[in-house]
């Protein structure tokens, strides 16, 4: 395979400036446990030489205007914010004219005054990390001493909203939470927030030595964990809240998942990775300068270097990371490639194909099930939506159309 001319699409590689240390504990968290494979470090922080380094080769290894810097954790705001002062001055070293954007994730739980007016006064957008409904938030995400996090995540909130800072939610999708989509849904209304991010949480047990319990995609048909939401769930869950969004909240609530089924429904790339054909652009570089194909596979097998001895350019666009992005479409089992929504779905997330089609062949995404019930369930509504789109309407015209009976 031909190595892809970095000009072809953008370099996007994700920091990790803690690694996987965070102050809580949530049982379904599957980046905790790398702590594991950096156990010869007692120190999991990213230093300000790495830092430096780091920012230079991103910024020039761009060939766009725009750049993003994307910080995850673990918990970010482990750091202090010294560091991403520090971070600033770099960008603007290195920038040369171009723009430089940031957006960070954090639990919410160390948010203070400080910490918003930085974000507020440098535009950075903020990403928070909450399960819904207090009952929802706390049944999984816990501190190391099984206390809940709801109350200080709002905190949190209510601050991002005093400086006035631009925020979006992240929510897993678990076993328990999926029972109550309205639930679910009304209090992200409720609390004002416009922007959400749907994650199923889906996961496998598998012993590693090292002491790491999750397993890759290739590592056999282990155990599901017991927070893993199944297909029939997830299946329901998207088609309850769809049913509410189309007919009340297109326009004004934007939720991932739809405005990435519209984008393919009209043929352009989605917002969302999992939904688009091929993968690989996306990387992720831990605190010590290691580099992963994806946040979703720091595993051993795949890592493709450190920053120390290989290039970002290097790295990202690779042979062997090409093959990793490319295999997402070219490993799909052939039901999915007789699928009629494979052009909506493409197979979603491949660490997530572990089962086995009717027909017996490996690489069945394990929410095929409910994907499918989704993507049945929307066509007509997509369908409306994109004629509205094609003839320079607002898709949000939909709701008219519902209230009149145009649409069944």
Not at 69 to 78: K, P, Q, R
Not at 168 to 187: E, G, I, K, R, S
Not at 206 to 230: C, P, W, Y
Request: contains cysteine.
């Amino acid at each position: 395979m031909t190595t892809v001319s970095p000009f072809a699409r953008p370099l996007y590689v994700m920091l990790k400036p803690v690694g996987a240390h965070c102050n809580l504990a949530c049982d379904y968290c599957y980046y905790l446990e790398k702590l594991n494979l950096y156990q010869d470090s007692s120190k999991h922080i990213m230093s300000d030489e790495l830092l430096e380094k780091f920012i230079k080769e991103y910024i020039e290894s761009q060939m766009m205007p725009d750049v993003l810097f994307t910080w995850h954790g673990g918990e970010t705001l482990m750091r202090p914010l010294s560091f991403y002062k520090k971070a600033l001055e770099l960008q603007q070293k290195y920038a040369k004219g171009r723009r430089i954007d940031n957006c960070i994730q954090t639990n919410g739980t160390m948010l203070n005054d400080e910490w918003c007016k930085f974000f507020h006064d440098h535009q950075w957008l903020v990403g928070v990390s909450i399960d819904g409904p207090q009952e929802f938030h706390d049944e999984y995400r816990r501190n190391r001493q099984g206390q809940p996090s709801f109350i200080k995540v709002m905190k949190g909130i209510e601050l991002l909203n005093k400086h006035q800072v631009e925020w979006n939610a992240m929510a897993v999708v678990n076993d328990f939470n999926a029972d109550y989509p309205l639930d679910f849904y009304h209090f992200f209304k409720k609390i004002g927030c416009h922007y959400i991010q749907f994650t199923p949480i889906v996961e496998r047990i598998f012993n590693h030595q090292d002491g790491r319990h999750l397993a890759a995609v290739e590592e056999g048909d282990e155990k599901m964990a017991d927070f893993s939401i199944t297909p029939e769930q997830w299946g329901h869950f998207t088609c309850t809240i769809f049913d509410e969004w189309v007919r009340n909240d297109v326009g004004d609530y934007y939720i991932q998942l739809f405005d990435s089924t519209l984008a393919n429904w009209i043929g352009e790339q989605p917002g969302v990775c999992s939904l688009a054909k091929t993968c690989g652009h996306a990387g992720v570089m831990e605190y010590n300068g290691d580099v992963y194909s994806c946040d979703h596979f720091v595993f051993p097998q795949y890592k493709l270097g450190n920053i120390y001895t290989k290039t970002l350019v290097e790295m990202m666009y690779s042979d062997r990371q090409q093959a990793f992005g490319q295999a997402k479409y070219s490993s799909l089992p052939g039901q999915c490639k007789q699928c009629p929504y494979l052009f909506a779905c493409n197979g979603e997330c491949p660490k997530n194909r572990f089962c086995r089609t009717k027909d017996g062949e490996s690489g069945l995404n394990y929410l095929c099930k409910g994907y499918f019930q989704f993507f049945s369930h929307v066509a007509p509504y997509m369908d409306f939506m994109k004629n509205e789109l094609l003839n320079q309407r607002p898709p949000a015209n939909i709701m008219q159309a519902l209230k009149e009976g145009k649409i069944r």
